[in-house]
């Protein structure tokens, strides 16, 4: 009997369906080794007695003959031309027994393998710890990411001569620092900025502000470091041109000598202009980067001081498996396998002892819920820096997974995150403080994947 058209075509979708099921058990099976659940360890220390030293550099990034831009996820990256130049900038911290380099580039992230190879080049400089962090500008250049889901969601196409440029780029804005390298003293001030930042899922608003200024003893400006919370995202995704948004025009309005600035619990923070703020002729952007100006150019600092303490420790963390949060659960082994080569497995936390202040860098994008968490187990001083020293996403509270809430969506690896990273944020902590001796670094291993 000869069957309708309508039968052989159930009988192709019965097929179809059935190799669906049979790939997705395939890609189910327990194909990568899962990190051991182990404590964070501290992996060096460095602490410093005596009097300061600062060196400050900017460098502007040289883009290729055809640049990419990153920030949102798009048909095409190829950039429209450049709209501000981007920079990298490096303040270089010393004491007698500790030397540090704090970096702040305007890209969208920073990358592990960026940060392990610019480490590698700077070898011959014997850092204790390099602080490499992202602005995390949505329309800074792209095509430096090595990795599937960046590059189809963020960075744009992967480019080997590109990676190359920042490495030596950002290695040679470390090195003119470095050289810049000279007696200077330390004032600080941590304030609350209101008004310019909402939480775009309505819960905690940031807005605190941190301002430290380096100066030579003779009162000559060394650098002003910065570090605020907002997503840099006023230019959009139907821009295409090459630019910092509001940290870049931050970066170029100093009068109190040049600046570098650092992004702080930056995961559900977002730019909010106030009504009316925004005079004749002039952008929202640019507006908002000039309101920041004027409470920054007017806060007062508190009294310079000549030997600060300066410490550095760097503390390690296996990462919990793969959990995407924009995926059922049913899928979560099979995403372990298709995008567990490509994801870290660990995660490196770096705290600096400056002052009175204890920066705390991550790989991440915390919200502020979960920052405050943080900064609880970090002590007196703790600011959270995010987008340090690679990426590995955005991370929620635990009460946000529970009910879905908030950022738990774009969370990779799940409600699990936040806690290990705790550990190693209290771990880095504790030993730049002298509190607990560095464990020694764990023994060479084949990398566990999730």
Known sequence: MKRNPAGHALDALGLALAAAVLLLAALSLPWRAVPPDEPARVTSTARG????VAGFAARTLRLGPAPLIAGFPRWSYDADGVLDPVTARAL??????????????????????????????LADLKLDALLLTATHTHAGPGGYWDSLPGEWFATGRYDQATFDRLVVDIGAVVRAATAALGPATLSTQVSHVDGLVQNRNGGRVGGRLLVARLTRPGGAPVAELLRFTAHPTFLGKANARISGDWPGKLLAAGVRGPRIFFQGAIGDQSVMVPPGAVKLGESELAAYARLLDDTINVLSTGPADASPRLSVAVARVNLPRLSPGALPHLLWPAARTLLGG????????????????LLVGTPSEPTEAEAIQWRLMAGPG???????????????????????????????YGAE???????AIAAAAQAAD?????????????????
């Open 342 to 357: 490509s994801m870290p497995t660990t995660a490196q936390v770096t705290a600096v002892r400056l002052g009175s202040l």
């Open 49 to 52: 007695k005596g009097l300061l």
């Open 434 to 450: 002298g509190l607990t001796p560095p464990a020694a670094p764990a023994p060479p291993a084949a990398a566990a994947r999730p």
């Open 382 to 412: 703790a600011i959270t820096l995010s987008l340090a020293s690679g990426y590995i996403g955005y991370v929620e509270t635990r009460e946000a997974f529970e009910t879905g809430a908030g950022e738990a969506r774009r969370s990779y």
């Open 417 to 423: 995150l936040g806690g290990k990273l705790a550990q």
């Open 92 to 121: 270089v911290l010393g004491e007698p027994g500790v030397r540090v380099a704090l970096v702040s580039v305007e890209l969208l992230v920073i990358p592990e393998a960026l940060e392990r190879a610019v480490q590698a080049a």
